[in-house]
């Protein structure tokens, strides 16, 4: 078996960013910075983002056998938290109170709206780029949402930080997230052994 270990195959991200734009937003050409219909939603903590994939399945027995006869996948769900620095960033803001962007903009130099009773379904295209030097990694989602906030805490001691999950859903014509892998020049070709007899 051949020896495929390669040190320049690690990954740890220097850097991570969030861009936000409106749903079903087409995912931006290769690692290009994302057009203007992106936001990007500012720093974030030196953890990054915690991806998630939750899979759930149901196995079908049968009389006679001793094991399932069929396995039912009934769940896989696709979220990802993020801890934003920028507390007063006007999306970062309007993500964290499940209000319209449009509720941000200040008349003079104050924003004020109601946070609403019941949540809204407020959804949108996300990317999530990783950075290691030459190497990148992003995850698009054409559909997603808020679905779980961490607790708000201003405090003196730090910067106000907010923590939020996404969770991920199937867009109008792409799947819930695309992986793109940027190798950054390094030759993967060991990993994709010629099958050609």
């Known amino acids: 078996m051949a020896d495929t270990r390669n040190a320049d195959l690690t990954f740890g991200a220097s850097d991570y960013l969030v861009y936000a734009a409106?749903?079903?937003?087409?995912?931006?050409?290769a690692f290009a910075d994302p057009a203007a219909a992106w936001i990007n939603l500012g720093w974030v903590t030196t953890e990054g983002g915690l991806f998630k994939i939750e899979e759930e399945s149901k196995d079908v027995e049968a009389a006679g056998a001793l094991e399932p006869i069929r396995t039912l996948m009934t769940k896989?769900?696709?979220?990802?938290?993020?801890t934003?620095?920028?507390a007063l960033n006007p999306y970062v803001r309007s993500l964290y109170d499940n209000v319209p962007i449009s509720s941000l903009e200040p008349t003079t130099d104050v924003a004020s709206y109601d946070?609403?009773?019941k949540p809204n379904d407020l959804r949108y295209a996300f990317v999530f780029d990783t950075m290691d030097g030459d190497k990148r990694m992003r995850l698009y989602m054409p559909n997603g949402k808020v679905t779980e906030?961490?607790?708000e805490q201003p405090q003196t001691t730090g910067e106000?930080?907010?923590q939020m999950t996404f969770k991920f859903y199937k867009g109008a014509t792409a799947a819930a997230v695309k992986r793109s892998i940027d190798y950054g020049g390094v030759d993967v070709s060991s990993f994709f052994p010629d099958e050609t007899p």
């Open 160 to 162: 106000m930080a907010l």
């Open 76 to 82: 896989s769900v696709k979220s990802l938290q993020v």
């Open 84 to 86: 934003f620095l920028e």
């Open 149 to 151: 906030r961490g607790d």
């Open 115 to 117: 946070l609403p009773d």
């Open 22 to 29: 409106p749903l079903n937003t087409v995912a931006p050409s």
